[in-house]
């Protein structure tokens, strides 16, 4: 049915760009590359939407959209209050291209409704197919069907992984086992701690270099790696759900508790002595600490880990993520991806990448 009713429209695509922070605001200026085929005709953020259909300057949407958050009586016409749910406008329609750069679990839980509508979804958040089994295997539907879903930027921020692992599948491999650093942000955090100093520091600048998610409890909880795992798994064949997957999560009680961005960073410093001591003693047997995310056939667990300084998953530095997989082509020695894991400007790279694949 998608495939039926994804039509090539005969003006430009329309784009709808939902997601103005971090990733959203490193792709807008990016959509240059791609007029005249594209024009960007929508963006959004949890409260409010700029749209046209003749097209916006993603400059000048943006603009509207700090005016609108200044007094609603500044903003232009084009600028209207929303309510987050992913309602979009009668004349988005079949062919266009629809960017999903948030977190939000109300957008993933549409993506395959888009999908069946034949809009193209180009996604850099994991709730779609990281999220629950049935959502992943409504949208895996879809895609069967001939509906178009990018979503490259989901794992590794781009790092071509969930690429590699489809394609060894599609080749008539079989990826028996992986096992990685998935996460940006706990790489960033890991590499070179050794406990002298405190991790609610590191916390706070890995926040501001833009590696971690909205809420950076889902870092640290384990929970953004979880979703990058199921992904995999999935895509290796492991119908994986959440429960599936033993979480060693690295919040504490303060953390847990706490009930906004303010609290969330007051409560950071809670972590400062539990991680201090496990780093230390890693160092005190000349070892690191690296938050490591295993896959072996449908048994999958991630937590933090004590390796030697040379194992092959302590290499890497900053935000890499480094990930082995195993298969029967990769039986004796594994494929190793590494490279920068998490960004604005990676992020934002994948999320062009698979718009340009949606529309050539
Ligand atoms: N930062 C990174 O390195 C990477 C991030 N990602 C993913 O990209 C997504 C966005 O991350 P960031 O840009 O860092 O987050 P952010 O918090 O900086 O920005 C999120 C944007 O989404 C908007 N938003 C939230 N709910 C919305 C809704 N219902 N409708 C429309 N807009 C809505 C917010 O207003 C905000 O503009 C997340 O899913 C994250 O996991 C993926 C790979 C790497
Ligand atoms: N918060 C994530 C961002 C990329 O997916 C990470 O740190 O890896």
Known sequence: MSAFLDLLPDRPRRLAVLGAGTVGRALLPRLAALEPTLSLCLLATSRWRCADPEGLPAGAALAAIALAQAGPDAAPDTVQAHDGSGDLPAWFGPGDVL?????????????????????????????????????????????????????AATVGAGLPLLRCVRDLRAGGDRVSALAGVLSGTLAWLFDGYDGSTPFSARVRE???????????????????????????????????????????????????????????????VS??????????????????????????????????????????????????????????????RPLVIQGPGAGAGVTAAALLDDIRRATT
């Open 271 to 332: 972590l400062d002595h539990a991680l201090s001591v496990r780093a230390r003693d890693a160092a005190a047997r000349g070892n690191v600490l690296r938050y490591v995310a295993r896959l072996d056939g449908a048994h999958a667990r991630i937590g933090l880990e004590s390796l030697p300084l040379g194992h092959a998953l302590a290499q890497g530095g900053a935000c890499d993520n480094r990930v082995a997989i195993w298969s029967c082509r990769y039986d004796q």
């Open 99 to 151: 960017v999903d750069a948030t977190a939000s679990e109300a957008l993933a839980a549409r993506h395959a409704r888009w999908l069946q509508r034949g809009l193209r979804v180009v996604t850099a958040n994991k709730l779609g197919v990281g999220g629950p089994l049935i959502r992943h295997q409504q949208v895996r539907r879809q895609v069967e069907n001939g509906a178009w879903y990018g979503d």
């Open 206 to 268: 890995a926040v501001a270099l833009g590696y971690a998610e909205p809420d950076p409890r889902v870092d640290l909880s384990g929970e953004d790696v979880r979703r990058k795992l199921l992904i995999l798994a999935r895509a290796a064949g492991q119908p994986l759900d959440a429960g599936d997957v033993q979480v060693e999560s690295l919040l504490t009680p303060a953390l847990l508790g706490a009930r906004d961005a303010a609290s969330t960073d007051a409560a950071l």
